[in-house]
Nanobody, 127 residues
Framework: QLQLVESGGGFVQPGGSLRLSCAAS????????IGWFRQAPGKDREAVSC???????YDADSAKGRFTISRDNAKNTVYLQMNNLKPEDPAVYYC?????????????????????WGRGTQVYVSS
């Protein structure tokens, strides 16, 4: 059973940065494709960025130019570096994992729900 634990959320001012971590544990943890998703109050969950085991990356429009996803297989951890945070970025950020056989864009797509999810970490952006 794969377990995912997010960390790194918190308060930041507009323009600030945070680095979120998603630590995976369990059998074959490093063999999973990982996605970061977020959900703000009253809004649908949306994809932020995804990375496959082959390091193929997809960034949603909201992430392009500001967020960077990366993985450290030695630590079974995937990071989301978030820079230039904006007032529209506050949400609970979740990481999710699956063994995906399609494109990295499909991994982040609305038509597929990854099988394993963490509990999330809250990000606040406020001056």
């Amino acid at each position: 059973q794969l377990q995912l634990v997010e960390s790194g959320g918190g308060f930041v001012q507009p323009g600030g940065s945070l680095r979120l971590s998603c630590a995976a544990s369990g059998p074959n943890a490093r063999n999973y494709d990982i996605g970061w998703f977020r959900q703000a109050p009253g809004k649908d969950r949306e994809a932020v960025s995804c990375v496959t085991v082959n390091d193929d990356i997809y960034d949603a429009d909201s992430a392009k130019g500001r967020f960077t996803i990366s993985r450290d297989n030695a630590k079974n951890t995937v990071y989301l570096q978030m820079n230039n945070l904006k007032p529209e970025d506050p949400a609970v950020y979740y990481c999710a994992a699956d063994m995906w056989k399609g494109t990295v864009k499909g991994l982040c797509g609305k038509d597929y729900t990854l099988r394993s999810w963490g509990r999330g970490t809250q990000v606040y952006v406020s001056s």
